[in-house]
T-cell receptor, first 114, second 113 residues
Framework: EAGVAQSPRYKIIEKRQSVAFWCNPI?????LYWYQQILGQGPKLLIQ????????DSQLPKDRFSAERLKGVDSTLKIQPAKLEDSAVYLC????????????FGPGTRLTVT | GDSVTQMEGPVTLSEEAFLTINCTYT??????LFWYVQYPGEGLQLLLK?????DKGSNKGFEATYRKETTSFHLEKGSVQVSDSAVYFC????????????FGAGTILRVKS
C-alpha cells in the first residue's frame, strides 16, 4: 500500500514570495491533516479536512495561509506572502476513518524562508 | 487546551542501557495517548498507543502504560540499540477535538556503541 506522498521535499524562497505544497493521502482515507513542525518543536495542527470539508482550521493563519482539498482526495497548502517565521517542515497526514484510527504521515516538505 | 510535556533532551545512552523518556499530559476529556518516532531523514511513524487508562502499548521492545492518576505515559525500553537513535514524540488525541494530535516538543535519543 502506497503511503502519504508530499511534494516538493525541499523549498527555499525569499520572504514575501508565495509557495504551495501538495499532498496525496493514502487511497480511501477520509481525513487529511496539515501540520507545521518548527525546528525543535513538535508538530502543530494547521488544518483538518474530512472528505473535502474543513473540520478545524482554528490554528491556520488565514491572512497568509490557505488550503483546499478538491474532490476529497489531494490537498494543497499555500503561503502568500511568506515570512521568515514560516520556515518549518510541513507534514501531511491521513486517516482512514472520521472518528478514530491511526494517522499516517508523509515525509514532509522542508521550507526555508530567507 | 490539551497539552503534552516531555522531558528535554538530548538523551545519550550506551548500547544495552535502560531507557525512560517521561511524558505527562493535560486534557479535559479522556484522550488516547501515542508515542511517535522520527528516524533521521524519515517521516513520523507510530511506535505505540494506548486508548484507555491502565492500557499498556508495546512495540519493538518499547512499552508505555497509560496512567490516568498521574496523567503520564512514560516510554521505556530495557536495552537500547544504536538503531533506536531518533526523535521521540509523545502525543494525545481527543475525540472532543476531532481526534487531532497534540504533540510534545520531542526528545532526541542518541545511542552510542
Amino acid at each position: 500500500e502506497a503511503g502519504v506522498a508530499q511534494s516538493p521535499r525541499y523549498k527555499i524562497i525569499e520572504k514575501r514570495q508565495s509557495v504551495a505544497f501538495w499532498c496525496n493521502p493514502i487511497s480511501g482515507h477520509a481525513t487529511l491533516y496539515w501540520y507545521q513542525q518548527i525546528l525543535g518543536q513538535g508538530p502543530k495542527l494547521l488544518i483538518q479536512f474530512q472528505n473535502n470539508g474543513v473540520v478545524d482550521d482554528s490554528q491556520l493563519p488565514k491572512d497568509r495561509f490557505s488550503a483546499e482539498r478538491l474532490k476529497g482526495v489531494d490537498s494543497t497548502l499555500k503561503i502568500q506572502p511568506a515570512k521568515l517565521e514560516d520556515s518549518a517542515v510541513y507534514l501531511c497526514a491521513s486517516r482512514l476513518g472520521t472518528s478514530g484510527g491511526e494517522q499516517y504521515f508523509g515525509p514532509g516538505t522542508r521550507l526555508t524562508v530567507t | 487546551g490539551d497539552s503534552v510535556t516531555q522531558m528535554e533532551g538530548p538523551v545519550t545512552l550506551s548500547e544495552e542501557a535502560f531507557l525512560t523518556i517521561n511524558c505527562t499530559y493535560t486534557a479535559t476529556g479522556y484522550p488516547s495517548l501515542f508515542w511517535y518516532v522520527q528516524y533521521p531523514g524519515e517521516g513520523l511513524q507510530l511506535l505505540l498507543k494506548a486508548t484507555k487508562a491502565d492500557d499498556k502499548g508495546s512495540n519493538k521492545g518499547f512499552e508505555a502504560t497509560y496512567r490516568k492518576e498521574t496523567t503520564s505515559f512514560h516510554l521505556e525500553k530495557g536495552s537500547v540499540q544504536v538503531s533506536d537513535s531518533a526523535v521521540y514524540f509523545c502525543a494525545l488525541s481527543d475525540k472532543e477535538y476531532g481526534n487531532k494530535l497534540v504533540f510534545g516538543a520531542g526528545t532526541i535519543l542518541r545511542v552510542k556503541s
